[in-house]
């Protein structure tokens, strides 16, 4: 502290009466503004020395304890006639504050509550269980599907082989092994049962046969193409009926019927052509009409057919 | 004194969330029934999706109030807390608002005279040049403004946050 001041006096405003003098340190002053009037005021703090000089600090400054009242309802300047009705509204600078509505839990809560029940909804709401049925349902059809290769493959044979190869590979009709037509089951159904261009219908396959088939053509993967067909018994006497059966049923069967009743081809038990093995040979060599030609099958096998067919 | 407070703010980005959530899950619904997933939008997919930027849009509003004003409005004088820091940001904001109101112009006389542009690149420039107007205004009131507050009743307040 500086040891050359005698004392210092503190005025407000315009006052000649000090409003405290301070003598020792520590020079502290309150001043209570509520007890002097909003607006604006002057301190001034009078330092005395000792030998009498003097230093005087004046500073001004402002007290605002009341919120200005704010007029709504009646603006400066405005034309105003009979009775004028308006809101002197005022603030207050102790008005407590209140807290914060939004607390971590509330929020924490309420995003796991809402998020929670959409996701809820979408697991377990009823298009779930549609989407769910609709699934099992392609899985159910493509098990069984699977599991019945080995019956498709005894059908191919017997209603498909003659016309597209005895490995799907192809022939009159379309190859049918890696056909992308078996990744369309609904095509593939619709063709099989109505037939189209040469194709006749097979309207006696069930559903289920049809799985079997998809299933069985489905395994082979285009790999039935590159593969020989079983060569039938080679010089097969007139009297080889097995063997005639054999490739009746493997190339003959599908037009003509597992019988020799007839299908979309003629039927052929009991055929006068039967009698004629050069017109029959001929015909099948290089085939006739819808027929396709079947120049692989030799002579010696179209004998063994023809007395197979003549157990009919 | 009227609240400012962030409970309607954080609700609307909650339900905004919460629309696009399911937005997301319809379409991964919509995904497993077809076996693949659309192309486009479904119908109700574009619904929920302009519902939840509404809500966003209202979300964010009431969040920029937040930061800007407090919590609560208390009467008297409020000085700005100008700082530098503010003002370079502020200034780099306008450089780079000036750079792509350049690159607009570009586009504009590009697509009349040359080719067409694409949509959505012009698009994004617009929408990228009002957000930086946007953040260079709210910056600008959060520091450079001081501003006194009177009063104002509680129920005359013209935004419910």
Known sequence: MNQNIERIEVFLDESKEPLQVLTSPPFKVKLD????????????????????????????????NLPSPYVEGLDEGQQVRGVVEFEVLTGDYNAPKSKDRLTTTLAVLSSVVILGLIWAYFAFGPTSKAIVEANAAVAEESSAGAGDAAHGEKLFAEQCASCHGAKAEGGFGPALAGS?????????????LEGRGNMP??????????????????????????EAAPAPAAGGSEGDVATGESIYTQQCAGCHGPNGEGGFGPALAGNPLLDNPNEFNKITHEGRASMPPYPQITDEELAAVRAYLKTK | MYKNDSVLPFFGLLLAVALWYMAYLDGQHLAALAGHTPEDLSVGQIGL??????????????????????????????????SIGAGVVIAILTIILVALSGVLVQTIIYWSAEAPVSY??????????????????????????????????????????
Do not use: C
């Open chain 1, 33 to 64: 503004t509520q007890a002097i009037p909003d607006g604006p005021h002057t301190l001034r703090v009078v330092t005395v020395f000792k030998g009498g000089k003097t230093e005087e600090n004046v500073i001004d400054f402002e007290v605002d």
């Open chain 1, 180 to 192: 992308a037509l078996l990744d369309n089951p609904e095509q593939f159904d619709k063709i099989t």
């Open chain 1, 201 to 226: 219908p097979f309207g006696n396959l069930s559903a289920q046969d049809l799985a079997d088939i998809r299933a069985y053509l489905s395994g082979l993967a285009g790999g039935g193409a590159s």
């Open chain 2, 49 to 82: 999706i302009t519902f939840g930027a509404v809500f966003f849009i209202y979300g964010v509003m009431g969040y920029v109030s937040y930061w800007l004003e407090g919590e609560e409005l208390r009467p008297g004088r409020h000085e700005s807390p100008a």
């Open chain 2, 120 to 161: 959505g690149f012009a698009g994004r420039l617009a929408g990228y040049i009002l957000l930086d107007m946007a953040a260079i205004l709210v910056i600008y009131k959060k520091y450079f403004v001081a501003e006194v507050v009177i009063t104002e009743d509680d129920h005359h307040a013209e935004v419910p946050w």
